[in-house]
């Protein structure tokens, strides 16, 4: 009896261990939160392995076309993807938009953001942090919502770029900048403001932040990276998805 289930056990793990795959995957740096969760869950509920290296969109793009092994892309926007595409470097049909981005004006403080953003024109801060715009898409939507609101001039000497959105938060959770421009699921929690205070951007300040997801080249015949996209359409996803704050 004992010999006999060892060797159940043994032939289980051998069993699972020739399904299971690993696939690489670039996430851009707002998604990081949410990824973690859904990697975990796709983790258990598949047995594929998915391993996360969080960045700028921008970043991952030169990274890609020089060869780095990444084989599935969660990027920021729509553009990346789509070039990526248009240059041979993804699986064709592949990509999908997984989230629609939200931007909020935020701030450490529980007192610093009006629920209107009015703290802008106000004044009272020295810094104010955004994304590096020609890299990560949320940091080109808050130039963007700075030139609807008439204010990027006046507030271009305050401004301290992330190098991406995970820096830019870090930058106003330190205090360092007081204000700063970040993605709605890095401040939010089930719904819910976790801390200081903020301003979720009008969507019509910017153009929509259509995050989108694409099988790299690399990735092409790996059942993990098929297996992940679509567990990215999944209801399990999508509820964590919408719990961070993004649109579907």
């Known amino acids: 009896?004992?010999?006999?289930?060892?060797?159940?056990?043994?032939?289980?793990?051998?069993?699972?261990?020739?399904?299971?795959?690993?696939?690489?995957?670039a996430v851009a740096a707002n998604f990081a939160a949410p990824m973690q969760a859904i990697a975990t869950a796709f983790e258990k509920d598949t047995g594929h392995k998915a391993r996360l290296a969080f960045g700028s969109s921008g970043k991952f793009y030169a990274q890609i076309k020089n060869g780095a092994p990444f084989q599935v892309l969660l990027s920021a926007d729509a553009e990346t993807p789509a070039r990526l595409e248009q240059e041979g470097m993804t699986v064709a049909g592949t990509r999908f938009t997984y989230a629609i981005g939200a931007l909020v004006l935020w701030s450490a403080s529980e007192d610093m953001v009006d629920g209107r953003g009015d703290v802008l024109r106000k004044g009272g801060y020295a810094h104010l942090a955004i994304a590096n715009p020609k890299l990560a898409p949320y940091g080109a939507a808050a130039v963007e919502v700075l030139k609807q609101l008439g204010l990027l001039d006046a507030v271009r000497p305050k401004l301290v770029q992330g190098e991406n959105i995970a820096q830019t938060w870090q930058f106003a959770a330190s205090g360092n900048a007081e204000l700063g421009f970040v993605a709605r699921s890095q401040v939010t929690r089930g719904g819910k403001l976790s801390h200081g205070s903020a301003w979720i951007v009008p969507a019509?300040?910017?153009?929509?932040?259509?995050?989108?997801?694409?099988?790299l080249a690399n990735g092409?015949?790996?059942?993990?990276?098929?297996?992940?996209?679509?567990?990215?359409?999944?209801?399990?996803?999508?509820?964590?998805?919408?719990?961070?704050?993004y649109g579907i």
């Open 1 to 25: 009896m004992h010999h006999s289930r060892l060797v159940f056990i043994f032939f289980s793990f051998f069993a699972g261990a020739v399904s299971a795959e690993e696939v690489q995957v």
């Open 204 to 215: 019509n300040l910017h153009p929509p932040i259509r995050q989108d997801a694409v099988v």
């Open 220 to 245: 092409r015949g790996n059942a993990a990276a098929g297996a992940l996209m679509a567990y990215l359409k999944s209801e399990q996803a999508k509820a964590v998805i919408r719990a961070y704050g």
